[in-house]
C-alpha cells in the first residue's frame, strides 16, 4: 500500500513536472510570437509606401469632372489631405475639389467634412476667408451647417466651444484686415444660429 502511495505520488510528480515544462515552452513560444510579431510591425511601418501623388490628382480631377462620387474611401480623403499644404497652386486646386466633395457628402463621408472644414480653416484661415467670401449663399450654408454639427455633440458648452475655436482661427490669421474679420465673426455667429437650430430640432 506504501509502495503503491509512493508510486501515486512519483507520476502524479511526473504530471506536475511535465505540465510545467509544457507551460514553460508555451510561454516561451508565445514570447518569441510576441517578438516576431513586434519585428513585424516595426517593418511595416518602416516599409509603408509613400502616396501616389499622380494617382491622387487623376483621382481629384475626375471628381471635378463629375466621373466619380467621392465616396467614404482612401482615394477621397487623400484628397483633402492635399489642401493642407502651402503650395499656392496645389492649395487652389485641392480646394476646388474639396467643394466638390462637400456640396456631394453624404452617409459617412459627411460625418468628417465638419472636422475636415474646422482643421482647414485653423490651418489656412486668409485662403478660406478670401474663398468663402465668393460662395453662393447656398455654398456658404452647406460648409456653416457642417461644422455646426460638430459644435452639435459640445452642447451645453456649445457656445463656448464655438468662442475658443474662432478665437484661435482669429489669432492665426496673417493678414488681419477689418473685412476679413467681419467675415470670420460673420461665420462664427452663423455657426452658433445653425447650431441652436440642431440642437432645437
Do not use: W
Amino acid at each position: 500500500m506504501k509502495k503503491l502511495l509512493q508510486i501515486l505520488f512519483l507520476v502524479q510528480f511526473v504530471l506536475i513536472s511535465c505540465e510545467k515544462e509544457g507551460e514553460k515552452k508555451a510561454d516561451n513560444k508565445k514570447v518569441t510570437i510576441e517578438k516576431s510579431l513586434t519585428k513585424e510591425e516595426t517593418k511595416t511601418v518602416e516599409t509603408e509606401p509613400k502616396i501616389d501623388t499622380t494617382k491622387i490628382r487623376t483621382y481629384a480631377e475626375l471628381i471635378l469632372k463629375n466621373e466619380i462620387y467621392p465616396s467614404d474611401n482612401d482615394e477621397t480623403f487623400e484628397c483633402i489631405k492635399q489642401m493642407f499644404t502651402k503650395d499656392k497652386n496645389d492649395l487652389e486646386f485641392y480646394f476646388k475639389v474639396f467643394r466638390v466633395i462637400v456640396e456631394k457628402s453624404d452617409g459617412s463621408l459627411s460625418e468628417s467634412i465638419g472636422l475636415e472644414i474646422m482643421n482647414f480653416i485653423k490651418f489656412n484661415p486668409d485662403f478660406f476667408i478670401e474663398q468663402y467670401s465668393e460662395f453662393k449663399l447656398e455654398e456658404k450654408q452647406k460648409f456653416i451647417e457642417f461644422m455646426a454639427y460638430e459644435f452639435y455633440f459640445n452642447e451645453p458648452e456649445h457656445n463656448a466651444e464655438i468662442n475658443q475655436y474662432f478665437t484661435e482661427v482669429n489669432s492665426r490669421i496673417k493678414q488681419s484686415t477689418e473685412p476679413k474679420r467681419k467675415y470670420l465673426n460673420s461665420i462664427k455667429e452663423l455657426t452658433k444660429i445653425a447650431t441652436e437650430e440642431i440642437i432645437n430640432e
